[in-house]
């Protein structure tokens, strides 16, 4: 069976849903974010799932919408950064879809990300050595199983959905 699914995974901030909403309209594909079906579902923004039930309530979550989310075919689907700290997430993935990373690097990421509000996981003191810690942790992992890399750095949006069509081609 095909499924013709693409998901977008990366580091917080690098663009996954932005990215995801313009390629799901170039492509004509449905769209779906994973953290919005979760807030959706919980009525609860990421900071008050992370509040009320922790850290594992909230991955239990995104593999469960995951999961849902699969049955899908023909669609675009972002991903939360920490997606692929679950293994099974990630075979999921894989089997159904191609998976599209936006690698971003720690400045441009720092700059985006600082004002946000909503990513309980940057919340607190030493943004930058957060950040860092999860760089190392991930990166290897984002490379790894993904089909395509897409850098973000210095690039606007239509470049990057641009570069991510061509290579999927
Ligand atoms: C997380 C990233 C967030 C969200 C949650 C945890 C992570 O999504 O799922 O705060 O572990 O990197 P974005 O990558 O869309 O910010």
């Known amino acids: 069976m095909q499924f013709n699914n693409i998901f977008l995974i990366g580091l917080m901030g690098s663009g996954k849903t932005s990215i995801g909403k313009i390629l799901a ?3 004509k594909k449905k769209f779906f974010d994973i953290d919005h079906e979760i807030i959706n579902k919980m009525n609860l923004t990421i900071s008050e799932i992370f509040e009320k039930y ?3 309530k909230f991955r239990e ?20 950064g920490g997606i692929i700290l679950n293994k099974k997430n990630i075979s999921k993935m894989r089997t159904i879809g191609i998976i599209v990373h936006l690698d971003i690097d720690i400045k441009t990421q720092i700059f985006r990300v600082k004002n946000t509000k909503n990513r309980p996981l940057l919340d607190g003191e ?9 760089k190392q942790k ?8 993904s089909n395509i890399t897409i850098l973000v750095t210095k690039k606007n949006k239509s470049r990057i959905v641009t570069e991510i069509e061509d290579k999927l081609q």
């Open 25 to 27: 309209k170039k492509l």
């Open 126 to 134: 030493n943004l930058q050595d957060k950040l860092k810690q999860m």
């Open 61 to 80: 979550m995104e593999s469960e919408i995951l999961d849902a989310l699969t049955m899908n075919e023909n669609a675009v689907i972002s991903t939360g």
């Open 138 to 145: 991930r990166d290897k992992i984002y490379k790894k199983i």
């Open 54 to 56: 922790g850290e594992k």
